[in-house]
C-alpha cells in the first residue's frame, strides 16, 4: 500500500475519530449557514453590500424580435455568497468597486444560496472611495497602454478577473491556470521571499541572535506576509487551499514526517471542507486539488527516477492527467493547448521576474512578448468528453494510488484522450 502512513494516524480509531471531528464541524458550519440562509430569505428583499466582480453586456432578443442589450453583474456579498443581478445598459462601470443595494428574493433555494444564483436588485448607491486593490489596479492600468496586458497582470496581482475574450484565449492555449492566482502562485512568491529574507535575517542572526531557527522564523514571516496577501485578495479558493497546505506541509516537516503523502492532500481537503462547506462547490478549489494529487501521484510511484528526470516529467505527467478534466470543465482545445507545459515551465521566470519589474518601473519590458502571444491563432475546437469517461478516469486516479499498474492504465487512459483531442483540431 502506497498511501503512506503518518503518527497523526497510528491505529484506525484514530483516524476515524478526526473524520468524525470534520464531519461534527462540517455539520455545524453548514446549519451556521442554513441560519444565515433562512435570515436572509425571511423577506422578499434585503439591503447588502457587495463587491462587483466581473461586469459584461449581454444581448438577447425579445419575444417581438427586438434586439435588447442590459449588463450582467456578478457580485459577492459582505456575507460570502456570490451572485448574479442585471442592470441597464447605462448602468456604469463599477467593476472592482462596493455598491449598495436592494435584492428580491423570490424561490432561491439553500443549494443556490452556496453554489450561486440570480436575482434581480436596485443599486442604491456606488462607493466611490477607491480600495487599496483599486489603487493598485489603477496603477497596474496607467503602467501599460494595451488594455489586454493591463488585464493580464490585475489578474495576476490582484486576482482580478480576465476579460471574457482572454479567457477564451488562454483556455485554447491551455494557460488558463497560469492567471488565476492559486498554489503555482503561491510557491513561486513563497520561494522568491525565502531568498529575499535569507540575507539580511543572517546578516542579523550572526550578530545578535545566533541561538534562532533561521527555517522556523523565516517560514513565519513569509507566512504571515502570505496570510495578509490571501486576505487583500479576498481568498480566492484555489490559493487559501494551497496556503493552508503550506501551513500543514510545514508543521509535518518540522516534526520529521514526510509531507509529499496524499495524507497531507487529504488533511487539507478535510479540514478546510469542515471549516468552509461553500468550498465544497468550488471548481477553483477542486482543480487545485486534482492538481495536487496528481503531482503526488507522480512522486509516489515513481520516487526512485533521477531528480532531473523528475523535473522534466513531471509537468508532461500533471498535463494529460488533468487534458481530461480540463475537456470536461471547459472543452476548448487547441493545437497550441500542449504547448502550456513550455509555457508554464516559462512562467516560473516570467512571475517574479515581472513583480521585480514593475517594482523598478520597468512595467512594459515584456509586454510586447505578451502581445505576441496574444495574437497567436489560437482557433480550436469545442471538444466534450461525456460523464462516463471522466467518472472512470477519476476511480482509475483513486486506484493508482495503491498500485502502480493502475498508475500506468490512468497514463494509456489520458494519452488516448490526448490523442483524441490532436485528431479532432487537425
Excluded at 510545514?250 to 469542515?274: C, E, G, P, Q
Excluded at 469545442?382 to 460523464?387: D, W
Excluded at 493508482?400 to 497514463?411: C, D, G, H, M, P
Aim: hydrophobic share 50%.
Amino acid at each position: 500500500m502506497l498511501l503512506e502512513k503518518i503518527s497523526l494516524f497510528d491505529t484506525k480509531r484514530d483516524f476515524f475519530l478526526f473524520l468524525f471531528l470534520c464531519i461534527f464541524i462540517a455539520s455545524y458550519s453548514l446549519l451556521i449557514e442554513y441560519n444565515n440562509y433562512k435570515n436572509m430569505t425571511r423577506f422578499d428583499s434585503q439591503l447588502i453590500e457587495a463587491t462587483v466582480l466581473k461586469q459584461y453586456e449581454k444581448t438577447k432578443l425579445t419575444k417581438k424580435g427586438r434586439t435588447k442589450s442590459y449588463q450582467v453583474l456578478k457580485l459577492k456579498s459582505d456575507r460570502g455568497f456570490s451572485f448574479y443581478t442585471i442592470a441597464k445598459k447605462s448602468f456604469p462601470s463599477t467593476k472592482g468597486k462596493k455598491v449598495k443595494l436592494e435584492i428580491f428574493f423570490k424561490d432561491i433555494t439553500f443549494y443556490e444560496y452556496m453554489t450561486g444564483f440570480f436575482v434581480f436588485s436596485k443599486v442604491l448607491h456606488i462607493y466611490n472611495n477607491p480600495t487599496l486593490k483599486e489603487n493598485l489596479n489603477s496603477t497596474i492600468s496607467n503602467t501599460h497602454e494595451n488594455k489586454d496586458i493591463a488585464n493580464i497582470y490585475k489578474a495576476l496581482y490582484t486576482a482580478s478577473p480576465l476579460n471574457p475574450e482572454l479567457q477564451l484565449s488562454f483556455s485554447q492555449l491551455g494557460i488558463s491556470h497560469l492567471f488565476a492566482i492559486s498554489g503555482f502562485h503561491l510557491g513561486v512568491l513563497s520561494t522568491l521571499l525565502f531568498f529575499l529574507f535569507k540575507t539580511p535575517y543572517t546578516f542579523f542572526q550572526n550578530r545578535y541572535f545566533p541561538y534562532r531557527s533561521y527555517k522556523l522564523d523565516s517560514f513565519s514571516v513569509i507566512a504571515t506576509l502570505l496570510f495578509f496577501y490571501l486576505l487583500f485578495l479576498d481568498t480566492p479558493a484555489s490559493l487559501l487551499r494551497a496556503y493552508v497546505m503550506l501551513l500543514i506541509g510545514f508543521i509535518l516537516y518540522d516534526r520529521h514526517y514526510k509531507i509529499l503523502s496524499m495524507w497531507t492532500l487529504f488533511l487539507t481537503v478535510a479540514l478546510l471542507l469542515s471549516f468552509a462547506p461553500r468550498l465544497l462547490f468550488s471548481l477553483g478549489f477542486w482543480l487545485s486539488v486534482w492538481g495536487v494529487f496528481y503531482i503526488f501521484l507522480f512522486l509516489i510511484h515513481f520516487k526512485n527516477l533521477n531528480k532531473v528526470w523528475q523535473f522534466i516529467l513531471v509537468p508532461f505527467w500533471v498535463y494529460l492527467m488533468m487534458l481530461p478534466l480540463s475537456l470536461y470543465v471547459f472543452g476548448n482545445f487547441s493545437l497550441y493547448h500542449p504547448l502550456s507545459i513550455v509555457w508554464t515551465s516559462i512562467f516560473t521566470i516570467f512571475y517574479p521576474l515581472s513583480i521585480v519589474l514593475h517594482l523598478l518601473g520597468f512595467a512594459d519590458v515584456l509586454d510586447n512578448y505578451l502581445i505576441w502571444i496574444l495574437n497567436l491563432n489560437t482557433d480550436g475546437v469545442i471538444l466534450k468528453i461525456s460523464s462516463t469517461l471522466i467518472v472512470s478516469f477519476i476511480a482509475l486516479s483513486f486506484l493508482s494510488i495503491w498500485k502502480k499498474y493502475f498508475a500506468y492504465l490512468l497514463l494509456l487512459f489520458a494519452l488516448l484522450i490526448f490523442i483524441y483531442a490532436v485528431y479532432n483540431v487537425t
